[in-house]
Nanobody
Framework: QVQLVESGGGLVQAGGSLRLSCVGS????????MGWYRQAPGKQREMVAT??????NYVDSVKDRFTISRDNAKNTVYLQMNSLKPEDTAVYYC????????????????WGQGTQVTVSS
């Protein structure tokens, strides 16, 4: 069994900062990519940022404000969010595209339970 647990969400004023963390645990053999998605009320879930060994990718609306990073030794991904705006308010979900148990296992997507980020104006 593999679990991803997010932390770091909360309420912040516009212009403020938050740092989200997501820790993977359990039978993880290898992680290909990790990242963050978000879902605001009444909207579809959207990709925020992803990170692989080849680099990072961001949705245009967060470029130059958010930074994704990863600690492979700890199976952890971070999202540093600066200059937050009310439109960043959403539930943020982390994901990992990983292999469980061994190199012969298929890659699967695993999701965290989500953490609420609320930005007040």
């Amino acid at each position: 069994q593999v679990q991803l647990v997010e932390s770091g969400g909360g309420l912040v004023q516009a212009g403020g900062s938050l740092r989200l963390s997501c820790v993977g645990s359990g039978s993880i053999f290898s992680i290909n990519s990790m990242g963050w998605y978000r879902q605001a009320p009444g909207k579809q879930r959207e990709m925020v940022a992803t990170i692989t060994s080849g680099g990072t990718n961001y949705v245009d609306s967060v470029k130059d404000r958010f930074t994704i990073s990863r600690d492979n030794a700890k199976n952890t991904v971070y999202l540093q969010m600066n200059s937050l705006k009310p439109e960043d308010t959403a539930v943020y979900y982390c994901y990992a595209y990983l292999q469980r148990y061994s190199s012969g296992s298929p890659y699967v997507n695993v999701w965290g339970q989500g953490t609420q980020v609320t930005v007040s104006s």
